[in-house]
């Protein structure tokens, strides 16, 4: 339905975007936060680089590894390499991490507003940041969990503790055999809880958490909505992008803001309802709380 061959993208200053995107966030009666990767990027949580560097450089020269993301596709020989590896990973990401500024500000913005955040993120920032767990669907998963690499039950499992003992143990990119976690039900190797194939679990939190973004949908569909894109790019544009676009345009009352650095635009046919801010996010959320003069 939506392609960005034919786009529309602000001739606005940049100084109009954010008065006028203030006001629509003091005004709108609901606001629906989507969130991809620039979010985190914003906030410094990047997946190459000095980074990289600092915690994988071993796993770089020996693999030739250069990247995070890259890095959790790589077909390591053994569990104990693949748990050295993804131990690291969800421990820099998840639990050896603070709350991020954008997503901190982000909070400030919104909470007072009737608002529900649809993110693509597995890094739990929200959640860090003090956003209302009971309004946050994450759909591709969490650093945080578990799974059956068989998905043969719909259940998942918190890693804390396990991963913090992998990272502590592990020697010449290894983990000891011992902290191989299984499946308590068939057995076999325990794997992340992200979605990359069909055998994504969906566990009864994923279920609730999707019924409650439904139901916000649902309840407010004829309502001033503003729907607020956070560094959502073209790799699964039809969790975030298109619906948000769609929805923009089945109803009249809504707003659509792209905030995304390089990739802020609308199609055309929504472009008198769409503010597409081609910057930073940590610097637009500055900004607005600079216009809407924000005090603790």
Request: charged share 25%.
């Amino acid at each position: 339905m939506f392609s960005n061959k034919q786009t529309w993208r602000s001739t606005k200053t940049y100084s109009d975007n954010i008065k006028k995107l203030a006001e629509e966030l003091k005004t709108a009666d609901a606001v629906l936060i989507g969130a991809g990767a620039g979010l985190s990027a914003s906030a410094g949580f990047l997946y190459n680089g000095e980074r990289f560097e600092k915690h994988f450089s071993d796993f770089r020269k020996k693999y030739k590894i250069t990247d995070m993301y890259s890095g959790g596709f790589y077909p390591f020989d053994t569990l104990e390499e693949f748990w050295a590896w993804w131990s690291r990973q969800i421990f820099v990401n998840r639990y050896d991490v603070l709350v991020g500024k954008p997503y901190a500000d982000l909070l400030k913005l919104v909470k007072d507003k009737d608002y529900f955040v649809l993110t693509t993120n597995v890094d739990h920032q929200f959640q860090l940041a003090g956003f209302d767990k009971k309004r946050l669907f994450y759909t591709q998963g969490d650093y945080g969990l578990w799974q059956c690499s068989r998905a043969c039950h719909q259940s998942t499992y918190d890693n804390e503790d396990t991963v913090r003992k992998m990272v502590k143990e592990q020697q010449d990119m290894k983990i000891p055999a011992e902290l191989i976690p299984k499946c308590p039900k068939c057995g076999a190797p325990m794997t992340m809880n992200l979605r990359c194939d069909d055998s994504f679990v969906q566990d009864e939190g994923w279920y609730a958490a999707a019924d409650r973004y439904e139901n916000f949908l649902r309840s407010r569909e004829n309502c001033h909505i503003l729907f607020l894109e956070l560094g959502v790019g073209m790799n699964t544009p039809v969790i975030i992008k298109y619906p948000f676009l769609k929805m923009t345009t089945d109803n009249p009352k809504s707003v659509y803001s792209c905030i995304n650095f390089g990739e802020a635009f609308c199609p055309p046919e929504i472009k008198n309802r769409s503010i597409c801010l081609d910057e930073d996010i940590g610097k637009v959320f500055e900004d607005l709380l600079a216009e809407n003069n924000y005090k603790e």
